[in-house]
């Protein structure tokens, strides 16, 4: 379902057909939302990130949104063997990585707290310490941050569109007080929705409610549905 059905089916059961641009916005924030309090299976990818010698730091993925996990992999042994870099807070990280110092492989890494888009598309770095005595590359794990729904056309990344519809439903009572708002809509809910994502064989994470204080710095049920 893409934003112009989903926004267009929620209006009605809403009656807000004249909220239409305010509608696609509430979409966006809920998105935000949802992404950003908690962790996702499907928002998980990898990218593999190759560093000179000596050098500690490298750009991340444009569509990065939160570090998850890092690996080194051992290309001089067969069968390959992975090694696990662990993650530092940005704060202590820059406390131990001078002086600069060399390795086979890095033992920590942290991302830059900037989140958002320099001019070349880049959302910040990746840190490592020590750095490689020879080339080499790392594999960055991470949360993925969807880029807002600008078209109709324009499908969201979050699978359970009949939750999202619900929800989006609760944002427009929230947005016109109506006394049917419910503040705890996501929260009542966010067990049963993992629950469906793998019974249908989605991928899912244990729910993770994130501290906001990171993003600082750096909702109608029981409504049918057609496929």
Not at 38 to 47: D, P, S, V
Not at 62 to 81: A, E, L
Not at 108 to 114: E, I
Not at 187 to 198: D, L
């Amino acid at each position: 379902m893409n934003r112009g059905q989903l926004t267009s089916h929620v209006e009605q059961i809403a009656n807000a057909v004249n909220l239409a641009s305010i509608t696609d916005q509430l979409l966006n924030v809920l998105l935000s939302k949802l992404y950003t309090d908690y962790t996702w299976g499907f928002l998980i990818r990898e990218a593999s990130l190759a560093m000179a010698s000596g050098v500690a730091s490298v750009a991340i993925p444009t569509d990065y949104g939160m570090h998850f996990h890092c690996k080194w992999f051992d290309r001089d042994v067969t069968p390959n063997s992975s090694v696990n870099i662990i993650w530092a807070d940005y704060s202590d990280f820059v406390q131990i990585e001078v002086p600069l110092q060399v390795a086979d492989h890095p033992e920590r890494y942290t991302v830059t707290p900037n989140v958002y888009r320099d001019s070349t598309g880049s959302r910040g770095t990746l840190l490592i310490h020590p750095t490689f005595d020879a080339p080499g590359t790392v594999v960055l794990y991470y949360y993925i941050q969807p880029a807002d729904l600008s078209l109709d056309a324009d499908v969201p990344t979050f699978p359970d569109h009949p939750f999202l519809a619900d929800a989006l439903v609760n944002e427009i009572h929230r947005y016109q007080r109506d006394p049917r708002w419910d503040p705890y809509f996501i929260e009542r809910n966010i067990k049963r929705v993992r629950g469906n994502m793998k019974d249908q064989g989605g991928v899912s994470t244990p729910t993770v409610r994130l501290d906001p204080r990171y993003f600082r710095k750096h909702k109608r049920r029981n409504s049918r549905w057609l496929d």
